[in-house]
């Protein structure tokens, strides 16, 4: 399929539909490696084709901006992806350019305030996970994700009060929330 998908793609290189399914199918080639490696307990081979899979799924989200510039979800996907593979800064870049677009700006603020907190900027990264939350009310996956988040920093910098008032915000409504329920016992 993936070789029928690259032969159609010399004919339309300007189909957005044909350059995604051709990366969609690329990753699933490439993740089949990864677990095929696996299952021969080849580490070295399956960590040569995760770097692999990381640098194309890089290049496959840069490629789809070409085509819709725009599209504040492409852009957010590019930045995840640049999260992951450890490049901050562009995936601050991009992040950036995403905060505007009202459906995407509680991620976006998210992944900010984790992109400047691995670069070490704890007081940029509490400003982008407040934001964020006030983008999202409710108390979801993200909300609790982003007052962990909030709770860690606090408590780095020695501010226990505000701590235990994130991480209580989370034992309120989810108990088993990564650590929290520990995290409470340390304050009483």
Excluded: C, W
């Excluded at 998908?5 to 339309?12: C, K, L, T, V, W």
């Excluded at 852009?75 to 870049?93: M, P, Q, Y």
């Excluded at 992040?95 to 670069?119: C, I, M, N, W, Y």
């Excluded at 860690?152 to 505000?162: M, R």
Aim: charged share 35%; glycine share 4%.
């Amino acid at each position: 399929a993936l070789e029928f998908i690259e032969r159609a793609m010399e004919y339309r290189r300007d189909s957005f539909d044909l350059a995604k399914e051709h990366g969609e199918l690329k990753v699933k080639v490439l993740k089949k490696r990864i677990a095929k490696a696996d299952k021969l307990e080849d580490s070295e081979r399956a960590n040569v084709v995760e770097v692999e899979l990381k640098a194309f799924e890089i290049e496959f989200s840069k490629s789809l901006l070409t085509f819709r510039p725009g599209d504040a979800q492409l852009r957010l996907n590019l930045a995840k992806r640049l999260l992951r593979s450890g490049d901050h800064d562009a995936a601050i870049t991009e992040l950036q350019q995403v905060t505007s677009d009202p459906r995407s700006e509680r991620d976006a603020r998210f992944f900010l305030g984790q992109a400047f907190h691995a670069k070490g900027f704890a007081d940029l990264a509490r400003k982008e996970f407040l934001q964020a939350l006030q983008e999202g009310a409710r108390l979801d996956e993200r909300g609790k994700e982003i007052l962990y988040n909030l709770a860690s920093i606090a408590e780095a910098a020695g501010e226990v009060d505000e701590a235990r008032s994130y991480y209580m915000q989370v034992f309120e409504v989810d108990i088993s929330y990564r650590d929290v329920a520990q995290k409470m016992e340390g304050f009483k």
